[in-house]
């Protein structure tokens, strides 16, 4: 069968930039999905082209992100073909709000402590009451030095103080800093009662995300680039939260095959992406009777423009939209978005079938490219 796919980039700031698939199938039916943060967008293209061309798919972390997004968009694809919204395709018994926590992460100004503590403020005004900050990415210091941990804890304990008791605020090290240092601050993040530490130790330093367990009774958070099970055997028990990426783990088939592998481990999807991951994720929240969905906040005021209005968030929850598929359709002639890669591309792929169960598994509209 022959599609026609094509490549959209929406910028956004200077860090952030949106990808977005969409594949046209014989029938005119359009699935749409999201490989934001793959790396340079030239090796994007690349691998897009190579995919056209029928090359056989490489390994590694762009490829595998392109074609998470390849199997977000066929997903979508079938769930529509079948009149079903994508929750229900999954498995999902019954929609739901999916509750949300606010990543300020990206909000655009300065990194000082009172700075930092006015974008969690406003994301409580927005109507969230869970806020999560990377205070150890801090503009001008280096990554491990014990200067960065202080000035890291004192962007909590803003935050804490700007927000009050109630509530809940989370803390991404994104890996900054060594177990020595993040150990000695261990304590004073206890007391401004954060509520998780994502990416304190990586989990693929097993050994050391053990000792950092045993220092702390903090719930400990990672996975956000996990994309086969077998790397959460040697993490098992070590984790509180597994937080897979529909993008990075290679697609939403990988995400419940992730899901199924995380035992006692709570599942909260990583999310700091554009309005089409944020609707798969929510998706496969509620199909996964998951946690916690990471909202990128602050960033653009038309942001949900992007999908119709279909990104819909209100007192800190994301309302799925009715309809089938994603339930909401990406708008190419957005002021925002450009066509950045276009193609008729012949595949020997036939139409989905219906899942029969609710287990993970590598579905044919799936597969990596």
């Not at 073909?81 to 926590?101: E, F, K």
């Not at 006692?264 to 929510?282: E, K, M, Q, T, W």
Request: hydrophobic share 40%; proline share 9%.
């Amino acid at each position: 069968m022959a599609q026609q796919a094509a490549l959209y980039g929406c910028a956004v700031s200077e860090r952030t930039r949106w990808l977005v698939l969409a594949l046209t199938d014989e029938d005119g039916v359009t699935g749409y999905g999201e490989c934001s943060d793959a790396g340079p967008v030239a090796a994007v293209v690349e691998r897009l082209r190579a995919w056209a061309a029928g090359a056989p798919p490489p390994g590694g972390f762009t490829a595998r992100t392109v074609g998470g997004g390849l199997a977000q968009a066929r997903a979508d694809q079938a769930a529509r073909r079948a009149g079903r919204p994508l929750w229900s395709w999954y498995g999902g018994t019954a929609p739901r709000p999916v509750p949300l926590y606010a990543n300020i992460n990206r909000v655009p100004g300065g990194r000082t402590p009172a700075e930092v503590a006015r974008a969690a403020e406003a994301a409580l005004a927005a109507g969230h009451h869970t806020v999560k900050l990377a205070p150890f990415d801090v503009p001008g210091t280096v990554p491990g030095t014990r200067e960065l941990g202080r000035l890291g804890l004192r962007r909590v304990q803003a935050v804490r103080a700007a927000i009050g008791p109630g509530p809940r605020l989370l803390v991404d090290c994104h890996e900054r800093l060594p177990l020595g240092p993040l150990s000695a601050l261990l304590d004073g993040l206890a007391a401004a009662g954060v509520g998780w530490l994502e990416d304190g130790v990586g989990i693929d330093r097993p050994a050391e995300l053990r000792l950092l367990r045993a220092r702390t009774a903090l719930p400990l958070a990672g996975g956000e680039f996990a994309h086969d099970p077998a790397q959460l055997a040697a993490v098992d028990g070590l984790l509180d939260v597994l937080l897979p990426d529909v993008k990075h783990a290679g697609g939403p088939a990988a995400v419940r095959a992730l899901a199924r592998a995380a035992g006692r481990a709570r599942i909260s999807l990583h999310n700091p992406s554009g309005p089409v991951a944020a609707l798969h994720s929510a998706h496969l929240t509620v199909a996964l009777d998951g946690d916690l969905l990471e909202s990128a906040v602050g960033e653009v005021p038309w942001r949900a423009d992007l999908v119709g209005g279909g990104e819909r968030i209100a007192r800190g929850e994301l309302l799925l939209p009715q309809g089938p598929g994603l339930g909401a359709d990406f708008d190419p002639a957005h002021p925002s978005a450009t066509l950045l890669w276009s193609a008729t591309v012949h595949t020997r792929e036939s139409h989905t079938r219906e899942p029969r169960t609710r287990e993970p598994r590598t579905l044919e509209s799936e597969r990596t490219p």
